[in-house]
């Protein structure tokens, strides 16, 4: 952990690389051009766009490959515990020692980065040198000037659930602004899957996409149904029964479904995706602790679910799962600046029978207790706050049956997973 903290450090700190988000293509096409273009090397590209659900739809789709006897490289943003989580390699993560040494190589461009920047070259190097079937890239923000829009013929582009997120990144603040950015953008020669979103969002995506000569294929193609209170992926051929005890909302029932219908498109067969299905797990999205050092925590009737929603639409999605629980629900709520926290937590009215709000430890970029304690309180929630999540914890924990709900931020469920 105390590595992981030291690179992003050595990265934020370091006098070539910028910490501060800045859009341009011409800095890391110059570094990919001075390092004899590895992206060219990478195999089989997907490449998954969005604001919501991008890091659920790879992971299942790394599960489904893997569980198909292929090996695959992942690029995924934000990391939640260590920064090694942000580079699989096919068999294992690049270790602390492999990312250090790829820093310095980047150092002897001599090329003023952005860290992201940084973070999208040291994948690039490292997966490119190894024989994998597959590579899949998270996009970070946005996508028209995204440090991974750098390959010519991506094999797949996924666009999952486009919504308001991101406006801050933009000179026109409108959703019409994000879903051009993000889907106006796409290759002209490749297969474009787009996952489930509202009717207004698709209908303009449709109107983007009117002359991209790429295939493309809607979620019209595909359902997810509910069976005798089991769900079930169908489609105008397969149905296959969603055997999971780890994936409880219909946002990621959702995301799980868009991941089956692209494995079935690279020829992995039903009886793979039926056999990989139990394992599939998205952790900090709504993510019980059943086990751990938290868990010796509290009492045996009380349960932790950890969720890095931020945006009305993943808070959305916890709000409907959560009002499915029969038992009292309290929040340890934090997030990060430049996010909407009074829109956000509007959508959990009569969910929570108390809220405490906490800053995120080590980050810069949280929002102060008190703010968010302000903002509960406008709202009409009975809410207190605490100087750490142990405190918070102290404050909840009884013998009365509940759940624990910690939520906000993704960067305070890496928090949480640490401690546990």
Known sequence: MSQSINLYNQLANHKLFNKTVNFDLKRIKLALKKLD????????????????????????????????????????SPSLRDIRERFWMGKDYLTHAEIKKTIKIIEK?????????????????N?????????????????????????DFPLKQIVVNINKQHLNFLRRKTLDEVIKQKVGFL????????????PNVLKKIKRLLKNNNSQIKYSSSWKLIKLRNHFFYK????????????????????????????ALDLKINKEVIVKVIP????????????????????FKN???????????????????????????????????????????????????????????????????????????????????????FEESLKKITSKEEKVICCFGSLYFAGNILNKN
């Open 127 to 151: 997966a490119s040198q190894k024989k994998n079937d597959y590579c899949i890239q998270e996009a970070g923000a946005l996508w028209r000037l995204d440090s991974n829009n750098v390959i």
């Open 109 to 125: 461009l001599r090329i003023p980065l952005t860290v992201y920047e940084v973070l999208t070259l040291i994948f690039i190097i």
């Open 37 to 76: 273009h590895p992206e060219k090397k990478l195999t089989n590209v997907i490449q998954i766009i969005g604001s919501d659900g991008k890091f659920s739809v790879l992971t299942a789709l790394k599960f489904f490959i893997e569980g198909n006897k292929q090996t695959v490289s992942t690029h995924v």
């Open 279 to 298: 394992k599939i797990r998205y952790p900090a999205r709504i993510d019980y602790l059943n086990n751990g050092k938290l868990s010796k925590k509290i």
């Open 235 to 262: 489609d105008n051929k397969i149905k296959i029964k969603l055997n999971t005890k780890y994936i409880h909302s219909k946002g990621l029932l959702e995301n799980l479904c868009l991941a089956i219908n692209i």
């Open 302 to 388: 009380e349960r932790i679910l950890i969720d890095g929603c931020h945006s009305e639409t993943s808070g959305q999605n916890l709000y409907n799962y959560l009002k499915t629980l029969k038992v009292p629900i309290y929040g340890i709520w934090a997030m990060t600046k430049n996010k909407d926290p009074d829109r956000f937590i509007k959508q959990f009215k009569g969910i929570f029978k108390k809220i405490i709000t906490i800053p995120i430890e080590n980050e810069s970029a949280t929002l102060s207790n008190k703010l968010l304690l302000k903002i509960a309180k406008k709202n009409n929630y009975d809410s207190e706050t605490s100087k750490s």
């Open 187 to 198: 290759s002209q020669f490749t297969d474009i899957h787009i996952g489930k979103q509202k």
